[in-house]
């Protein structure tokens, strides 16, 4: 039996820990070639070689422009082609409506917007010789609700997702699909500070902080369960694969109802 993506191409960027990791992991095993970036040399040499032949490692921050067309290019090279784009790489971002300051804004819209955007218009060329394919952004239920990220986090998000609409109107004529995920109450490193802090800390230390962030998130959702990277990842792949060829312009929220809740149980400090 072959896989959902048997012989695609796929890139994904931030693919080294968390949802992209996770990502990477599901989309090998349905027989796609990956190409994975990120700014840990280390881990992402340590997932490539634990994944196998067909996912390879580039070393690249999504914060530069060529960093991103390279990455891409390295899928065409190595493997032959572009079928599929997630622009996953992200992190926390910090800025208050009264301290917020010119840096804090272009760092946020850097990072989570135009890093996407910047995917999207190196990809496009790839994608139509290929005939079509699939781009799925990394956005957040921060985008369409208050108290799920801070102010600049949510704005980010919130133009992320309504340039995925747009972006799928304009190159759905040319067969390639443009949708989001909006992640929320998913258990990953962002929530002490991404995976920059997380490489700083023992595997006991983030073990214990997980333990932790999943029992909060639990009481968050009416499934009363914390979401995994593999639940996005998941996502992704329907995205990404033959079952959701008539799914464009899409923000498929993946959250346990959270977004549904009006009043939120306290956390643990």
């Known amino acids: 039996m072959t896989g959902r993506l048997q012989d695609k191409i796929a ?3 931030g693919g080294t820990s968390g949802i992209g990791e996770a990502t990477a992991e599901l989309f090998a095993n349905e027989g796609a070639k990956v190409v994975i970036c990120g700014r840990s040399d280390k ?11 067909s996912v390879q490692f580039v070393s690249a921050d999504v914060l530069n422009e ?3 067309k390279n990455t891409i290019n390295h899928a065409v090279t190595e493997f032959g082609g572009l079928d599929i784009l997630f622009n996953n ?3 926390p971002t910090m800025g208050s409506i009264t ?3 010119a840096a804090a804004i272009q760092y946020a819209m850097q990072l989570l917007f135009t890093s996407a955007v910047l995917g999207i218009k190196h990809a496009v060329a790839h994608l139509e010789k290929r005939g079509g394919g699939a781009i799925i952004n990394n956005s957040s239920v921060a985008a369409i609700r208050d108290n799920q990220g801070d102010l600049l986090y949510s704005a980010a998000k919130a133009a992320l997702t309504h340039y995925t609409r747009l972006a799928g109107v304009r190159l759905g004529p040319k067969g390639i699909r443009v949708n989001c995920i909006s992640p929320g109450a998913i258990a990953t490193p962002i929530f002490w500070g991404g995976s920059a802090r997380a490489n700083t800390l023992t595997d006991e ?3 214990a902080k997980m333990k932790k962030l999943q029992r909060n998130l639990a009481r968050a959702t009416p499934m009363q369960s914390s979401g995994v990277a593999m639940d996005i990842a998941q ?3 329907y995205l990404a694969s033959d079952a959701g060829r008539f799914v464009n312009s899409h923000d498929l929220v993946i959250d346990g109802g959270r977004t549904s809740m009006f009043h939120e149980p ?3 400090t």
């Not at 997932?47 to 032949?53: F, K, N, S």
């Open 11 to 13: 890139v994904i960027t």
């Open 43 to 53: 881990k992402g040499a340590v997932l490539a070689e634990r994944l196998g032949d």
């Open 66 to 68: 060529e960093d991103i």
């Open 89 to 91: 790489a992200g992190g």
């Open 99 to 101: 301290e917020v300051d």
């Open 205 to 207: 230390e983030n073990a």
């Open 235 to 237: 996502g992704a792949l």
């Open 266 to 268: 306290p956390v643990d």
